[in-house]
Structures are given as structure tokens and as C-alpha cells.
């Protein structure tokens, strides 16, 4: 299966709601993952199953989707939120990620 | 809580062999299943996974490198080994080391990655 990220990035002010797409080439059922990578950092691992949320990540976040379609949403952008975001299928090899999505805080 | 740390040469030439090393801690068998991961990520590029291990022994590896790449573990150290053959200069990425449960599970905790470059 391959992902596809959508779009590839983007642009919002401070206080948007931001919303990234990913898809998945056949029905990988709740089995993805997001992660936020800031710049010159490792990933660091946002949400599970498509909809749960990790712990110590702020409630802004949230996942869903599940099938061949998922979201992620960052209900109110803040500055801390630069950072390109990835997804991840997680029920079979080679675990492929996504191609990333670019988030510009303005 | 658990850390891992990648480890290995910053430079290599084309042809060579690529050894790299991860030393974790805070990782047990007694806690819950432990894998251990290889992703590598090239400059401005994507993510790729690379390579897993299990404690019982099962490995797995991206057909796309398979034939190139050889992972182990040494329990006693807390270390997982990650060599590739033949490298060359398209190899030139940040490489991570990265837990996972088991499972669908996700990669939970990563390395702080390692940057190599391959050149002559």
C-alpha cells in the first residue's frame, strides 16, 4: 500500500483550524499513525489507530478516519506547531510513511 | 522512560559497509513486546523505514534494501545493529533508530538520528 499526503504545504495564521489529509492506496482499516517533526528533530509520534491521541499532546490534535481516508486536525494552529507532518501505515510492511505535509505558521 | 541512541561513523565511502549502532534503555520483555527499528530519512526528504527486530527473533526488512541489510540485536548491551552494504551517495540521510511495541503498533519513542554522509 502507498500513502499520499495532501497538500503537500501550507500556510495559516495563528488561531486557523488546519487540516492535512492522508490516503491510503487500499483499506488499511484504523492502522495509521501521525507524527509532527520540527525542524532538525526527530518525529515524535502524535496519534495511534487513526484517533488516539498520545500522551502530553495537546487536545488541539485529533485524528479520524478509517478505511482508504484519514485527517488530521490542528483545531487552533499555534506558532509551536511549525513542523512537517507525516503518516504512517502501521499493519503492513515496509510500514510506509507518507510524503509529508509542510506546516507554515504566518 | 525510554531513550535510544544512535551511534556510527560520520562518513563512508561508496562501496563500503555501513555499521550502525542503537543503545537503548528502558526497554524490557518483561514490560510488553520490544521491537526495535531502523528509519532513515535523506535531506528535505521523507521518511523510510528500514528495518525492525524483535526480542523473539523475528526480523523484518523493506524489500526495497532487503538484499543490502543485516539487523541483530545483543540483549546483554540493551544494543541493535543495523549494517548495509555497498553504500553510496543517494544513502547520504539522517538514520533513527525507533521502539515499537509490537503489534500495529506505531514507532512510540525515536533516537535523536545520525546524520551519514557517503562520499569519497
Known amino acids: 500500500s502507498q500513502l499520499t499526503q495532501s497538500p503537500s504545504s501550507l500556510s495559516a495564521s495563528v488561531g486557523d483550524r488546519v487540516t492535512i489529509t492522508c490516503r491510503a492506496s487500499?483499506?488499511?482499516?484504523?492502522?495509521l499513525a501521525w507524527y509532527q517533526q520540527k525542524p532538525g528533530k526527530a518525529p515524535k509520534l502524535l496519534i495511534s489507530?487513526?484517533?488516539t491521541l498520545q500522551s502530553g499532546v495537546p487536545s488541539r490534535f485529533s485524528g479520524s478516519g478509517s478505511g482508504t481516508d484519514f485527517t488530521l486536525t490542528i483545531s487552533s494552529l499555534q506558532p509551536e506547531d511549525l513542523a512537517t507532518y507525516y503518516c504512517?501505515?502501521?499493519?503492513?510492511?515496509?510500514?510506509?510513511f507518507g510524503p509529508g505535509t509542510k506546516v507554515d505558521v504566518k | 522512560q525510554i531513550t535510544l541512541k544512535e551511534s556510527g561513523p560520520m562518513l563512508v565511502k561508496p562501496t563500503q559497509t555501513l555499521t550502525l549502532t542503537c543503545t537503548f534503555s528502558?526497554?524490557?520483555?518483561?514490560?510488553?513486546?520490544?521491537?526495535v527499528g531502523w528509519i532513515r530519512q535523506p535531506p528535505g526528504k521523507a521518511l523510510e523505514w528500514l528495518a525492525l527486530?524483535?526480542?523473539?527473533?523475528?526480523?523484518r526488512y523493506n524489500p526495497s534494501v532487503a538484499s543490502r541489510l543485516t539487523i541483530t540485536k545483543d540483549t546483554s548491551n540493551n544494543q541493535v545493529v543495523l549494517t548495509m552494504t555497498n553504500m553510496d551517495p543517494v544513502d547520504t540521510a539522517t538514520y533513527y533508530c525507533?521502539?515499537?511495541?509490537?503489534?500495529?503498533?506505531?514507532?512510540?519513542?525515536w533516537g535523536q538520528g545520525t546524520l551519514i554522509t557517503v562520499s569519497s
Open positions: 504512517q501505515q502501521l499493519n503492513a510492511y515496509p510500514l510506509p
Open positions: 487500499q483499506d488499511i482499516s484504523i492502522y
Open positions: 489507530a487513526a484517533s
Open positions: 528502558g526497554l524490557s520483555p518483561s514490560t510488553g513486546v520490544v521491537g
Open positions: 527486530i524483535y526480542w523473539h527473533d523475528e526480523r
Open positions: 525507533a521502539h515499537r511495541p509490537g503489534g500495529f503498533s506505531p514507532f512510540e519513542s
